[in-house]
């Protein structure tokens, strides 16, 4: 393997070989995030950022291990690695207990809400980044006393790298910072984070994207958030622009798009309900219901918070809360549907014992959708549909004028057709009023297809170019996983064997340069 990939990095042109720099000069940081797309992408930005300005680079990294990513900085030239989950006795000990029992205080005090609304280090927000590092593993959403064990350790290790990071950024001068996550307990976040009102330019690499934080709402907003003047912008009567979508609505209401899973998961080998079958299966004549909503789930343990705030603690308690509210409104119908990559996240039938084990089979306003179910024909059915941030509710706005419940910020919400709550009240008295909520007009219905259009259309979600492997994914025992680190070596050298004397050309480092150009 240490081959290959000293091959790739010469054929890349990644050799490079910092100059010892003093500690007045610049430098800038790679947040190491494992995987070997995102290392050969981060180290391709640098090389080209280095062309502009001299600056020496340092590895962040959480881990002792020799990962792959590290064979490829070591190859690189790159040998500057600093540890940031490392304890530090001498300067963090103090600082830690104190931050540590402050966080105990808010959640003794304010409870969990309190903590991921208010904890702060730095006078910068942390809490809903740990929390949902801590929720993510173990199905730790679902436990009744989160002040555990696995949330204690995880709160300590994210206060202690915060803090290593603070020291290294308060004695460097950093210009550049290349982070590969913008969710979650990570040095890829926390740096954004910290240096968000600095001069320090953030780039983040996100699969295929390359996304230039260009103020500090973008560390503490999901990166991909479709905006109201990218909407104003798009021309939908240009013919280009509706042969593209038309075409890409196609293959996304057939399952048909690899790079995107849930789309997979959501469609593929799934059947259209009619409305008769529906009826027949809730049993709705016999139960009396008057209304019906869906309740598209989220996958629990997937960073609840990762769009910005919601009014509930997380997933979960929306979930739990929503099921609550209905157990006496026994004329509206609530359909569950779980997530269709909840697998993913080791969720698989969560919800289904959820049920069995709570006895919710004696609320017969309260039913899980059939497994085999598209979820169109769910939300055609229904009256209207909640979430907090999930594509179902984009796609109840966009292809059925149906205004959707939304219980928190997501890259679509904002935009004037959803409905936004900003609190538990606000929430559950529209889902005691649904013939109160109106239709939306063709205009708004409009805008919710530009913001598809905008977000799946004109971002990229699969690598472009002819030299990064463009499929990541792979179909295995029948589900997505990632291709393995040897098969992705293999594809892309032998891409670089064709064409590497051709990079300057290649569409993805034409785009490398250009972002470089224009904000660095």
Same mark, same amino acid.
């Given at each position: 393997?240490?081959?290959?990939?000293? +091959?790739?990095?010469?054929?890349?042109?990644?050799?490079?070989? !910092?100059?010892?720099?003093?500690?007045?000069?610049?430098?800038?940081?790679?947040?190491?995030?494992?995987?070997?797309?995102?290392?050969?992408?981060?180290?391709?930005?640098?090389?080209? &950022?280095?062309?502009?300005?001299?600056?020496?680079?340092?590895?962040?990294?959480?881990?002792?291990?020799?990962?792959?990513?590290?064979?490829?900085?070591?190859?690189?030239?790159?040998?500057?690695?600093?540890?940031?989950?490392?304890?530090?006795?001498?300067? =963090?000990?103090?600082?830690?207990?104190?931050?540590?029992?402050?966080? #105990?205080?808010?959640?003794?005090?304010?409870?969990?809400?309190?903590?991921? @609304?208010?904890?702060?280090?730095?006078?910068?927000?942390?809490?809903?980044?740990?929390?949902?590092?801590? &929720?993510? *593993?173990?199905?730790?959403?679902?436990?009744?006393?989160?002040?555990?064990?696995?949330?204690?350790?995880?709160?300590?290790?994210?206060?202690?790298?915060?803090?290593?990071?603070? =020291?290294?950024?308060?004695?460097?001068?950093?210009?550049?910072?290349?982070?590969?996550?913008?969710?979650?307990?990570?040095?890829?976040?926390?740096?954004?984070?910290?240096?968000?009102?600095?001069?320090?330019?953030?780039?983040?690499?996100?699969?295929?994207?390359?996304?230039?934080?260009? !103020?500090?709402?973008?560390?503490?907003?999901?990166?991909?958030?479709?905006?109201?003047?990218?909407?104003?912008?798009?021309?939908?009567?240009?013919?280009?622009?509706?042969?593209?979508?038309?075409?890409? #609505?196609?293959?996304?209401? &057939?399952?048909?798009?690899?790079?995107?899973? !849930?789309?997979?998961? %959501?469609?593929?080998?799934? +059947?259209?309900? $009619?409305?008769? =079958?529906?009826?027949?299966?809730?049993?709705?004549?016999?139960?009396?219901?008057? @209304?019906?909503?869906?309740?598209? /789930?989220?996958?629990?343990?997937?960073?609840?918070? &990762?769009?910005?705030?919601?009014?509930?603690?997380? *997933?979960?308690?929306?979930?739990?809360?929503?099921?609550?509210?209905?157990?006496?409104?026994?004329?509206?119908? #609530?359909?569950?549907?779980?997530?269709?990559?909840?697998?993913?996240?080791?969720?698989?039938?969560?919800?289904?014992?959820?049920?069995?084990?709570?006895?919710?089979?004696?609320?017969?306003?309260?039913?899980?959708?059939?497994? !085999?179910?598209?979820?169109?024909? #769910?939300?055609?059915?229904?009256?209207?549909?909640?979430?907090?941030?999930?594509?179902?509710?984009?796609?109840?706005?966009?292809?059925?004028?149906?205004?959707?419940?939304?219980?928190?910020?997501?890259?679509?919400?904002?935009?004037?057709?959803?409905?936004?709550?900003?609190?538990?009240?606000?929430?559950?008295?529209?889902?005691?009023?649904?013939?109160?909520?109106?239709?939306?007009?063709? %205009?708004?219905?409009?805008? /919710?297809?530009?913001?598809? *259009?905008?977000?799946?259309?004109?971002?990229?979600?699969?690598?472009?170019?002819?030299?990064?492997?463009?499929?990541?994914?792979?179909?295995? $025992?029948?589900?997505?996983?990632?291709?393995?680190?040897?098969?992705?070596?293999?594809?892309?050298?032998?891409?670089?064997?064709?064409?590497?004397?051709?990079?300057?050309?290649?569409?993805?480092?034409?785009?490398?340069?250009?972002?470089?150009?224009?904000? *660095?």
């Amino acid at each position: 393997m240490d081959e290959i990939i000293n +091959n790739i990095v010469k054929k890349l042109n990644l050799s490079t070989h !910092d100059q010892d720099l003093d500690k007045n000069k610049n430098y800038a940081i790679i947040c190491d995030r494992v995987h070997p797309d995102y290392t050969f992408k981060s180290l391709s930005l640098i090389n080209i &950022a280095k062309k502009k300005k001299i600056f020496k680079t340092i590895i962040f990294t959480e881990s002792k291990k020799e990962f792959i990513s590290k064979q490829i900085f070591k190859a690189s030239g790159l040998n500057n690695f600093y540890q940031t989950n490392k304890i530090n006795f001498l300067k =963090n000990t103090t600082r830690l207990l104190f931050l540590f029992i402050n966080a #105990l205080w808010l959640i003794l005090f304010k409870g969990f809400n309190g903590f991921i @609304k208010d904890f702060k280090i730095f006078n910068v927000k942390f809490g809903d980044l740990i929390y949902d590092q801590y &929720a993510r *593993y173990n199905h730790n959403f679902a436990r009744n006393n989160h002040l555990n064990k696995y949330f204690i350790k995880e709160l300590i290790i994210s206060i202690n790298k915060i803090l290593n990071i603070k =020291n290294f950024l308060d004695k460097k001068k950093v210009s550049l910072a290349i982070i590969g996550q913008h969710c979650y307990a990570n040095n890829s976040i926390f740096i954004a984070r910290l240096i968000a009102k600095k001069k320090t330019k953030c780039f983040l690499i996100s699969g295929p994207n390359v996304i230039f934080y260009k !103020d500090p709402s973008f560390s503490f907003r999901y990166p991909f958030k479709v905006l109201n003047e990218q909407i104003k912008a798009l021309n939908f009567n240009d013919y280009n622009v509706k042969k593209i979508y038309k075409k890409y #609505l196609i293959k996304r209401n &057939a399952g048909k798009l690899y790079y995107l899973h !849930d789309n997979i998961n %959501s469609n593929f080998k799934k +059947n259209y309900y $009619k409305a008769e =079958n529906l009826d027949e299966f809730f049993k709705v004549k016999a139960n009396k219901i008057k @209304k019906k909503i869906l309740f598209a /789930a989220h996958v629990f343990a997937d960073g609840a918070h &990762a769009c910005g705030n919601i009014i509930f603690k997380d *997933y979960f308690e929306h979930f739990e809360q929503t099921i609550n509210f209905f157990k006496d409104k026994k004329d509206i119908l #609530l359909i569950i549907k779980p997530h269709p990559s909840s697998h993913l996240l080791n969720e698989e039938g969560f919800i289904e014992n959820y049920f069995k084990k709570n006895n919710l089979s004696r609320y017969k306003n309260i039913q899980l959708a059939p497994k !085999d179910v598209k979820i169109y024909s #769910l939300i055609d059915y229904v009256d209207n549909v909640t979430s907090c941030s999930g594509t179902a509710a984009l796609e109840t706005a966009a292809f059925f004028g149906k205004k959707p419940i939304l219980a928190g910020q997501s890259y679509f919400s904002d935009l004037g057709f959803t409905l936004d709550c900003k609190s538990k009240e606000r929430y559950f008295f529209y889902l005691e009023n649904l013939k109160k909520i109106k239709r939306l007009t063709k %205009s708004q219905q409009l805008n /919710a297809n530009k913001t598809i *259009y905008i977000h799946e259309c004109q971002n990229n979600w699969k690598n472009f170019g002819g030299i990064f492997p463009p499929n990541l994914r792979i179909f295995k $025992k029948k589900k997505l996983a990632l291709i393995s680190n040897q098969n992705y070596l293999s594809i892309l050298s032998k891409n670089l064997k064709k064409k590497y004397k051709f990079i300057h050309k290649d569409t993805y480092f034409i785009f490398l340069k250009k972002l470089i150009k224009d904000n *660095y």
